[in-house]
């Protein structure tokens, strides 16, 4: 079973600001990456996948980048609705597929 | 539009059974395959299993073999998560969640049920 990790647990950002947050698989999962945002009392939603493509109607302030073992998630500049917490998941080697723990991105 | 919709919040008993409902619509239900994802309390997202609604031919991950069951009813686009012989631990949100058609990642999921809370209390 691959493992995924995400650093940091808590990123602390004020509006406006840039946002960078980190995944890393515990062996190679290519470019089969996908990130997911969640706010409270709501479903995750797909934000990126294939490491660095932004599903249908996502903003272009939300950017993927990596490949192989270590990927990042940028939101170029936080607005409002941004707060939440962010998922990885591999789906290059399944089953099982595996999410990373979280990172949430809290006010400053 | 695709839409998942997912039945009612359920309180049960530790040894009762639950059986979560999970319709759909605005796609071809047997294009697609569906998977399970769980949620603990304050916790994160893990990945339960999938079903390949063309074939019914279901898959679980090793947590999740023995008293989880997948099923479908595509006469109404509707796919199911049974769970017996319920414990305290089970207590959680189980989402349903789209995954991809023929050829692509069944477990990448772009569209999501709003969730069901099952909760496990005597």
């Known amino acids: 079973e691959i493992m995924m990790t995400q650093s940091p647990a808590t990123l602390s950002v004020s509006p406006g600001e840039r946002a960078t947050l980190s995944c890393r698989a515990s062996?190679?999962?290519?470019?089969?990456l996908a990130w997911y945002q969640q706010k409270p009392g709501q479903p995750p939603r797909l934000l990126i996948y294939?490491?660095?493509t932004r599903d249908t109607g996502i903003p272009a302030r939300f950017s993927g980048s990596g490949s192989g073992t270590e990927f990042t998630l940028t939101i170029s500049s936080l607005q409002s609705e941004d707060f939440a917490v962010y998922y990885c998941?591999?789906?290059?080697?399944?089953?099982?597929?595996?999410f990373g723990p979280g990172t949430k991105v809290d006010v400053k | 539009q695709v839409q998942l919709v997912q039945s009612g919040s359920e309180l049960k008993k530790p040894g009762a059974s639950v059986k979560v409902s999970c319709k759909t619509s605005?796609?071809?239900?047997?294009?697609?395959?569906m998977n399970w994802v769980r949620q603990a309390p304050g916790q994160g997202l893990e990945w339960m299993g999938w079903?390949?609604?063309?074939?019914?031919?279901?898959t679980y991950a090793l947590d999740f073999t023995g008293r989880f069951v997948f099923s479908l009813d595509t006469s109404v686009s509707t796919a199911y998560l049974q769970i017996s012989s319920l414990k305290d631990e089970d207590t959680a949100v189980y989402y349903c969640?789209?995954?991809?058609?023929?050829?692509?990642?069944?477990?990448?999921?772009?569209?999501w049920g709003q969730g069901t809370l099952v909760t496990v209390s005597s």
């Open positions: 969640a789209r995954g991809q058609g023929p050829g692509l990642p069944a477990v990448l999921n772009d569209y």
């Open positions: 605005g796609y071809t239900f047997s294009n697609y395959a």
């Open positions: 079903i390949n609604t063309y074939t019914g031919n279901p």
């Open positions: 062996q190679s999962v290519s470019s089969n």
């Open positions: 294939g490491a660095s």
């Open positions: 998941q591999q789906y290059n080697y399944w089953p099982p597929s595996t």
